[in-house]
């Protein structure tokens, strides 16, 4: 019996939709990761990108755990001496609600040459509504 591995001319990708009110910060990363690189399809294949697009809704209504919301510090560095630049969780919230979530996704996704394609894949969204209804995205429970 040969091992199958998937040609990028058979890959079929479907739309999802998750809510980011429902479930903690982490655990809504692990569940979007999953689906941007195709480890719940039977068809993976680890060095073809057959993963699928990822609508987030309601990121404003992020939900972590403990005192996540001030206690969490989001580092950047300008390059120039003295340029460290930090937000807390709740700042980043408020300045641009998808950050958070796309950072939290970015670091469970694997550091290779497929990265940047799958992150391509995942759209956030603010509030409730969405520009992606034509796609008929399916929910994620």
Do not use: C
Not at 110 to 122: F, G, H, S, V, W
């Amino acid at each position: 019996m040969k091992t199958y591995s998937q040609k990028p001319s058979e890959i079929q990708r479907e739309w999802w939709m998750i809510d980011a009110s429902v479930l903690p910060l982490g655990k809504l990363a692990v569940v979007i990761a999953d689906k941007l690189m195709g480890k719940s399809k039977v068809s993976y294949t680890p060095h073809t990108d057959n993963g699928d697009y990822v609508v987030v809704v309601n990121a404003k209504n992020l939900k972590v755990t403990g005192e996540k919301m001030t206690d969490k510090h989001y580092y950047r560095h300008s390059g120039y001496p003295g340029g460290l630049k930090d937000l807390t969780l709740a700042e980043i919230i408020e300045k641009d609600p998808g950050l958070a979530i796309r950072q939290a996704v970015a670091g469970m996704l694997p550091k290779n040459k497929l990265q940047a394609d799958r992150l391509a894949r995942l759209r956030v969204f603010p509030g409730a509504e969405h520009s992606h209804t034509a796609q008929q995205p399916k929910e994620i429970k």
